[in-house]
């Protein structure tokens, strides 16, 4: 089995194809500190290029998924310099680092399941945005914050939320930086699905995590990118990526194994 990576702010954990991606600053309601951000893209760019890895759930340790950006941050985003636009291209660069720890999610070719719980607040948002499929407890709370401490969200929330609900919904609550509660999520297409409690979101999520560990990996990985090349063109771009997709990567091997153990009554055994 691979050796995860070692990390600070994340509890990862690798059984049956499926890697456990957990928040690990309980004491902090999980808030996103430095090492969390860079720990973020170091864990999902290592869990790109293992093959053992077939599906990946993000979770939280402790009460609560996220609660947004460490107040400590802050400190560390003011630049200095003689001249004021080298100081805001200094600013540019920090930014766009933390944009690209995120991205690493949308990146990495695996299928991401955010399990959220608790409060899910500011760069928490940003964060599941860029996951495939979003799950919740009933009692989450999921709030665009950054409006009430003068800033733009900036680390995606504005970017994604609108392909995923509403136009409207989503300048309400950036705008107001209001709550919204599971069941809000839930009738807006936000999450797909609402669990009583943490315990049956995470033994639900596992279960849905696990139905994709036994489909071929190739097939799954192609899906995914897929899927992200046709929301971001035109239908007939999408339809000629995946007749290209599938004239290169389609494998005879793996189909002989889902036909033949269809046939037999048992569940196929793909390589990674």
Known sequence: MADCPNTETLALHLEDHILDIRLNRPESANAVNRPMWHELQEA?????????????????????????????????????????????????????????????????????????????????????????????????????????????ADVGTLQNLPGLMPDGLVRELALTGRNMDAEE?????????????????????????????????LAVRGTKRVLNYARDHTVEDGLEYVAIWNAAMMSKIDVEEAMTAKLEKRLPKFLD
């Open 185 to 217: 999520a839930k009738e807006s297409g936000f999450v797909t699905r609402v669990y009583p409690d943490r315990d049956a979101l995470m033994s639900s999520v596992r279960s849905i995590a696990a139905q994709l560990a036994e489909k071929t990996p």
């Open 44 to 152: 999902f760019e290592w869990a790109d290029r293992t093959a053992e890895v077939r599906v990946i759930i993000l979770s939280g340790e402790g009460k609560h998924f996220c609660a947004g950006i460490d107040l400590s941050m802050f400190a560390g985003i003011t630049t200095e310099h003689e001249d004021p636009s080298r100081a805001n291209e200094q600013f540019v660069d920090h930014l766009q680092g933390l944009q690209r720890n995120l991205q690493s999610l949308r990146i990495c070719k695996k299928p991401v399941l955010a399990a959220t719980h608790g409060a899910c607040i500011g760069a928490a948002i940003d964060m599941i945005c860029y996951a495939d499929m979003r799950y919740c407890a009933a009692a989450t709370t999921f709030c665009v914050k950054e409006i009430d401490i003068g800033i733009v």
